[in-house]
């Protein structure tokens, strides 16, 4: 069964950066994950499409900021010079297949 | 620009039903994949389904938890997409919203929410 694993929570410094996980299940490390960030009282927006050899592909007007990569089943955001905006909920979801959504990292910039 | 804009949600009681609705514009609705995604109070998204576009067959796949219950469809001379959503249960509470996939991207709607009251 495919499942996207994420921590619950992450937190980093204004101007520093921050990598969040999205681990996929046993037999699916090859796929291909989206990265969607949903801000307080906002609805979710596309960030990103991360593929198995770490290219990714990002959304129309995603800053340089935000980048992706991937090791393995892994699947990585990676959000530099964070700022108070980045504070919001970031969400893998499964690309191409039917969808299946990580549970979401919350990520606090303090 | 891409947009996608819901509609029909609601109040209602347990058991009713509802159909709510997707409109989109600024790309080709034709060739497109919709897809329907919920998030219950305070929780986070849940996929509910989808419906492939005429040419890819119009598939229509579902999450188990809604299976038997909801329906997508589509009327592509609308630009439209439709989620019936038959004999809700209060846990059926949520924002509804809308999404779209390109070969490099995906975009959302606003949502609609619907509330199911006991």
């Known amino acids: 069964q495919l499942v996207l694993t994420q921590s619950p929570s992450a937190s980093a410094s204004l101007g520093a950066s921050v990598k969040l996980t999205c681990t996929l299940s046993?037999?699916?490390?090859?796929?291909?994950i989206a990265w969607h960030q949903q801000q307080p009282e906002k609805g979710p927006r596309y960030l990103m499409k991360?593929?198995?050899?770490?290219?990714?592909t990002k959304g129309d007007g995603i800053p340089d900021r935000f980048s992706g990569s991937s090791s393995g089943p892994e699947r990585y955001l990676t959000i530099s010079s964070l700022q108070s905006e980045d504070e919001a909920d970031y969400y893998c979801?499964?690309?191409?297949?039917?969808?299946?959504f990580g549970g979401g990292t919350k990520l606090t910039v303090l | 620009e891409v947009q996608l804009v819901e509609s029909g949600g609601g109040l209602v009681k347990s058991g009713e039903s509802l159909r709510l609705s997707c409109a989109g514009s600024?790309?080709?609705?034709?060739?497109?994949?919709m897809g329907w995604v919920r998030q219950a109070p305070g929780k986070g998204l849940e996929w509910v389904g989808r419906?492939?576009?005429?040419?890819?067959?119009?598939?229509?796949e579902y999450a188990e938890t809604v299976k038997g219950r909801f329906i997508i469809s589509r009327d592509d001379s609308e630009n439209t997409v439709y989620l019936q959503v038959n004999s809700l249960k209060t846990e059926d509470t949520a924002v509804y919203y809308c999404?779209?996939?390109?070969?490099?991207?995906?975009?959302w709607g606003l949502g609609t929410l619907v509330t199911v009251s006991s």
């Open positions: 999404i779209t996939y390109s070969s490099k991207s995906a975009y």
């Open positions: 600024g790309f080709i609705f034709t060739d497109a994949w």
């Open positions: 419906i492939k576009s005429k040419t890819d067959g119009e598939t229509r």
């Open positions: 046993s037999g699916h490390s090859s796929y291909t």
């Open positions: 991360v593929n198995s050899d770490g290219t990714h």
């Open positions: 979801q499964t690309w191409g297949t039917a969808g299946v």
